[in-house]
């Protein structure tokens, strides 16, 4: 059984990663969605500092909740807190994704994977490494849209993720895209295999290069809405020194 305890960062032994980008203006977002704005309210001369902001819940570093793709599924407050603490899992496939913009995860790939690191945990996070997290500061490289309008993104195929479901009991997965799915994808498979299957989304992770492929866990703390379809999120790693 792995584990990490408090005791490890404190020691020196592991160190705490954030895989959430800033939430600020000018950032990708996904069609649809509404950018962050924030507006200042007071400042220190007032007496102290403070602002508001308006966000999408899918705008950043964010998590999909089951009710995003399904009626009566559980909405962002709704999901158990014990599900959004996991076994890391990550699966690098930036080789593939710089080849192949529409580079899809499929079930065979899952296996390969499996078969070279070991059977992935129940209720892990799989995380899919794009290498998409380094376009973040280039809106139109990260969303990749072609002539037509339409996105161009690596993702998860719908087969391996009802695999990591049924098989593997995961918690939910996450990506450094804009979308579980790929960019092009209308059906939306791979987020209806998710949240239909009652587990969460995370997407635009960054920083996913400074973590193994196994062996660290991941905090997932998305904003408690009431009734929210998703909402922003902080996304932490422990990771082994
Ligand atoms: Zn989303």
Redesign the pocket.
């Known amino acids: 059984m792995f584990s990490l305890s408090l005791d490890d960062v404190a020691n020196g032994r592991a160190e705490v990663v954030d895989l959430t980008h800033d939430l600020r203006e000018g950032t990708p977002i996904?069609p649809g969605g509404i950018p962050f704005t924030l507006e200042p309210l007071t400042q220190l001369s007032d007496g102290y500092y403070m602002n508001s902001f308006v966000s999408g819940e899918?705008t950043g570093t964010?998590v999909?909740a089951p009710a995003?793709f399904g009626k009566g599924l559980p909405t962002v407050d709704e999901i158990p807190s014990t599900n959004l603490v996991s076994q890391g899992i990550l699966i690098d496939v930036q080789a593939k994704s710089s080849a192949n913009s529409d580079y899809v995860l499929t079930l065979i790939d899952l296996q390969e994977w499996e078969k070279a690191n070991g059977r992935i945990p129940a209720h892990a996070l799989v995380i899919l490494n794009t290498g998409w997290h380094q376009r973040w500061e280039n809106p139109d490289r990260y969303l990749n849209r072609d002539e037509s309008g339409a996105l161009h993104s690596p993702g998860f195929a719908a087969d391996a993720v009802r695999y990591l479901l049924k098989e593997r009991n995961v918690n939910g997965v996450g990506i450094d895209t804009a979308?579980i799915d790929p960019g092009k994808s209308t059906a939306f498979e791979a987020h209806k295999a998710v949240l239909q299957g009652g587990r969460y989304?995370v997407?635009n992770l960054d920083n996913l290069n400074v973590l193994p492929g196994r062996g660290f866990s991941v905090v997932v703390a998305p904003m408690k809405i009431s009734r929210g379809s998703?909402a922003p999120a902080r996304v932490l790693a422990i990771v082994p020194r």
């Open positions: 996904f899918h964010h999909d995003h979308s989304g997407e998703g």
